[in-house]
């Protein structure tokens, strides 16, 4: 059974750019949740995604747009990237969207604004 | 808006201590509770969860947590930490219809 995948690993991009990051989610998971996750803060939710369909939001802005295909591997994409947007980037999948639904977490993206 | 404090920043224990981290959330209607932990170089995985019942949970590695609803806790215990313990917890919060709320971290240390 492969785990949750992120990629890439790392990258760095520079003010007003426009980002992609990808995720793979575990197989027979059809959920997926992004996360911010800031130096030594706690991940902070950004949108799920259940059946390509966006299915919450947090409070970021509509800059932050994602994607879920139908094999339920996702995107997230940030637009006019700022200094703050720097951070880990987390993607977790489940098997439904109710709370009672483990998150399988992967990796991360490390993204860096300079 | 829900928020979720943890009270410390950083534990430095020796192997054997007792362990106790804490966690506040601040909703009062139905919450499910949960701990994560990050093993330096690893993803986040899932440590216990709490959704109703027994508000003594006990979840992997020898961990447990208790619910306190009229304190609004859901703090972690372990008896006696071991070097391999040492890691990032993370206390987070789902209520009804809304999505997960992370605390801030806390790091422990473990030392041999």
């Known amino acids: 059974e492969t785990g949750v995948t992120q990629s890439p690993t790392h990258l760095i991009k520079t003010r007003g750019q426009q980002v992609t990051l990808r995720c793979s989610s575990q197989s027979g998971h059809n959920t997926v949740s992004w996360y911010q996750q800031a130096l030594g803060q706690g991940p902070q939710f950004i949108f799920q995604?259940?059946?390509?369909?966006?299915?919450g939001r947090g409070n970021f802005p509509p800059r932050f747009s994602g994607l879920q295909f139908p094999n339920y591997s996702s995107e997230l994409n940030v637009n006019a990237l700022e200094l703050d947007d720097s951070a880990l980037y987390l993607c977790?999948?489940?098997?439904?969207?109710?709370?009672?639904?483990?998150?399988?977490f992967g990796p991360g993206t490390r993204l860096t604004v300079t | 808006a829900q928020s979720v404090s943890q009270h410390n920043h950083h534990v430095i224990l020796s192997e054997a201590a007792s362990l106790e981290l804490g966690c506040n959330y601040s909703?009062?209607?139905?919450?499910?509770l949960f701990w994560y932990v990050q093993y330096p170089g690893q993803h986040l995985q899932l440590l216990l969860k709490?959704?109703?019942?027994?508000?003594l949970v006990k979840g992997i590695k020898g961990f447990e947590a208790e619910f306190i609803k009229s304190k609004f806790s859901f703090n972690l215990r372990k008896p006696s930490v071991q070097w391999s313990d040492t890691a990032e917890y993370f206390c987070a919060v789902r209520t009804y219809g809304q999505n997960f709320v992370f605390g801030p971290g806390t790091r422990l240390s473990v030392l041999p």
């Open positions: 909703y009062g209607g139905t919450v499910n």
């Open positions: 709490y959704f109703s019942g027994d508000p």
């Open positions: 977790a999948s489940s098997a439904g969207q109710g709370a009672s639904y483990e998150q399988y």
């Open positions: 995604y259940y059946r390509e369909e966006e299915n």
